[in-house]
């Protein structure tokens, strides 16, 4: 058995109070204090590979796109026309937002005429 303990200091109110963290195998029998392995988490692990696979589906499709169907300048990004729609559909959703925020103010704010 290892006697191992681990005392930290987790914080401190006024001048006479104090709360610890003390962990200890003399408290119960037969028990031993090991540190967690902190490895890496299966968040982290998802997050790269999709970052992989979309940066791999970009060099293809860039590649492909380039070498393959001879194309120039942006449009060899895959599906650009795909990305180009979004980009306008949020943009819209902008200019949408804006105004009903607008509305909104009109309707609950009695000096809406003088922010202008």
């Given at each position: 058995m290892i006697?191992?303990?681990f005392c930290?200091?987790?914080s401190t109110k006024d001048?006479?109070?104090y709360l610890f963290k003390w962990n200890?195998?003399?408290a119960c029998e037969g028990l031993t204090i090991?540190?967690?392995d902190k490895g890496t988490s299966g968040g982290l692990i998802a997050f790269i590979v999709i970052i992989s696979l979309m940066a791999t589906y970009l060099i293809v499709g860039v590649l492909?796109?380039?070498f393959v169907k001879g194309e120039k300048g942006v449009h060899q990004i895959p599906h650009f026309a795909f990305c180009q729609a979004?980009?306008?559909m949020a943009e819209d959703c902008f200019v949408l937002?804006?105004?009903l925020f607008l509305f909104y103010l009109y309707l609950y704010s009695s000096d809406f005429l003088s922010l202008f």
């Open positions: 006697n191992q303990f930290r200091l987790l001048d006479c109070q200890t195998a003399a090991e540190e967690e492909y796109n380039r979004g980009y306008e937002f804006y105004f």
